[in-house]
């Protein structure tokens, strides 16, 4: 089955922790991004990359850090500088260039106390 | 920059009833829109999508969207609600970076509640 996977669902931490969110795809896409969902606030774009080895920020990218050393992969790091980590942290990917839709997964539920 | 309004954070309707969702976005230019349903503590999965030809579009689970350029207007209908449409829809239109690379901005979400 393709799709997008993210690990854990839930994860916990202590403030002043960075912390490393997982996720995978099987689709063969090229472009991957990460979002960020607060209620009441929709989705905001934390980072984006459209091929292997780049990666651009996005609206909200201060205490975040990612790599996409492979295709598959585009994992986002929530460093101590990131004020307000508690959130919903959600992963997509399309195939690139182009209009076209944005398949997600099924997202990881961060704690920090 | 695109941005996109969807008007009333919650919306109630009563099993059968029509359901209304509205999306309004911001640019004059025609963009490519979606909308995105969410079930709780999952991720997004798409509904429909416009993006040229038809301004009337069907999607999954009996829903459609029309796209009116006039009104920069694209909302959610469905003329029979069920108990399992209760979820958040969110939708988004495309926009450019400055990079040249299209990126989706979303609404806020609106939570549909369904009563029996």
């Known amino acids: 089955d393709g799709g997008i996977t993210q690990s854990p669902k839930y994860l916990f931490r202590k403030e002043g922790q960075n912390v490393t969110l997982s996720c995978e795809q099987n689709?063969?896409?090229?472009?991957m991004y990460w979002y960020r969902q607060d209620p009441g606030q929709g989705l905001r774009l934390i980072y984006y990359?459209?091929?292997?080895?780049?990666?651009q920020k996005g609206d909200i990218a201060e205490g975040y850090s990612v790599s996409r050393e492979k295709k598959e992969s585009f994992p986002l790091t929530v460093t101590s500088a990131q004020k307000n980590p508690t959130a919903f942290y959600l992963c997509a990917s399309s195939p690139g260039q182009g209009l076209s839709e944005q398949y997600f997964g099924p997202g990881t539920r961060l704690t920090v106390t | 920059a695109q941005s996109v309004t969807q008007l009333g954070s919650h919306v109630s309707v009563s099993e059968g009833a029509l359901v209304l969702l509205r999306c309004n976005y911001s640019s004059s230019v025609p963009p490519y829109l979606f909308w995105y349903v969410q079930y709780p503590n999952q991720g997004l999965q798409l509904l429909l999508k416009?993006?040229?030809?038809?301004?009337l579009v069907k999607g999954i689970n009996g829903f459609e969207a029309e796209f009116k350029k006039s009104e920069t207007s694209f909302h959610l209908t469905k003329p029979s609600a069920h108990m399992s449409d209760a979820a958040e829809y969110f939708c988004a239109v495309s926009d450019l970076t400055d990079t040249g690379f299209q990126k989706l901005v979303f609404g806020t979400g609106t939570r549909l509640l369904v009563s029996p």
């Open positions: 416009y993006t040229t030809g038809a301004t």
């Open positions: 689709l063969n896409h090229d472009a």
């Open positions: 990359s459209q091929i292997v080895n780049d990666f």
